[in-house]
């Protein structure tokens, strides 16, 4: 299964573009969505705890069935003045 995923801030500079498709095996979770993605970008383990993720625009919490087509929002922490 395919999922669309969009990077933004840090994160984005991290893996260098701001979005993607990512291959994931069928069932997967944000688990295996997070497993996946740091195989391809090992920097990007601190965020893993770090960020929120959002899933077809909802914010989702522990580890959460993902869909053929959904899109992955991964949305770093925040700092600001």
């Known amino acids: 299964m395919k ?3 969009k990077f933004f801030a840090m994160v984005r500079e991290k893996v260098g573009q701001d979005e993607m ?3 994931l095996p069928p069932h ?3 688990r295996h969505f ?3 993605l740091l195989r391809r970008y ?3 383990e601190p965020y893993q705890h770090q960020s ?3 899933v077809n625009r909802t ?3 522990g580890d959460y069935p993902l869909s ?3 899109e992955i929002t991964i949305i770093p922490p925040v700092s600001g003045g």
């Open 28 to 30: 997967s979770t944000t």
């Open 21 to 23: 498709e990512l291959e």
């Open 34 to 36: 997070w497993e996946t």
């Open 52 to 54: 929120r993720l959002a």
């Open 42 to 44: 090992p920097t990007l």
């Open 68 to 70: 053929d087509g959904d």
């Open 3 to 5: 999922v669309h995923v």
């Open 59 to 61: 914010y989702i919490q």
